[in-house]
């Protein structure tokens, strides 16, 4: 059974005031193109539960979808878009520092990377800030269908051993929102996380 099928939009939030009260929540973070809602439709099994763009950086709030009483995945802004202008940006960073600093019902952050281009400047920057929160933190590595096996491998183990170097603690997986590769493994860590019971695993 998929714990996450019944995943409901609850709210955008702009102002830390409007958080929901929640008992327990996992954040999604990632670059603009990162594949964030196409993880949420996939986790659901829905094609229409998150709005995937042509154009990154349309995610502006802090987007909140239910899975259970008093359970949230948080859907975070993108980073990294330059064609979004410098104040929204920041204003953004603020919202999303705030967020990850104070929120005590914060369980763990999901944070995706594409596999063509993981650990860019900005993950690192990320990674390395949630490191010094505290926040257990498990590494997606998205679109792993564009790569060949053979290269999705690779890119796995030599991401492996970069975080093990600079991050250390962080777990790591391929994922693939077309082909649901690596869907279950997702879904263990994020129940486990939001202590949804019966889970697959």
């Not at 059974?1 to 830390?16: C, E, G, Q, Y």
């Not at 996992?26 to 996939?42: E, F, H, P, Q, T």
């Amino acid at each position: 059974m998929n714990p996450f099928h019944p995943l409901s939009f609850a709210r955008s939030v702009t102002r830390l005031a409007d958080l929901p009260p929640a008992l327990r929540e996992v954040a999604i973070g990632g670059r603009s193109n990162a594949g964030k809602s196409s993880l949420l439709n996939a986790l659901a099994q829905r094609r229409r539960l998150a709005y995937v763009s042509k154009t990154p950086g349309r995610t502006r709030e802090i987007n909140f979808y239910r899975c259970g009483e008093g359970r949230f995945i948080v859907d975070l802004p993108g980073y990294g878009y330059a064609r979004v202008p410098q104040a929204m940006r920041q204003t953004w960073g603020e919202l999303v520092s705030a967020y990850l600093r104070t929120r005590a019902s914060l369980a763990g952050v999901v944070l995706l990377m594409d596999a063509r281009h993981p650990l860019m400047p900005l993950d690192w920057q990320l990674l390395h800030w949630l490191q010094e929160s505290g926040k257990p933190v498990h590494a997606v590595l998205t679109k792993a269908d564009k790569l060949s096996r053979q290269q999705a491998l690779r890119t796995l183990a030599a991401t492996r051993q970069a975080l093990d170097r600079e991050a250390p603690g962080v777990s790591l997986q391929l994922f693939s929102s077309l082909t649901r590769q690596g869907a279950d493994e997702l879904v263990e860590r994020l129940a486990y996380w939001l202590e949804i019971k019966n889970a697959p695993g």
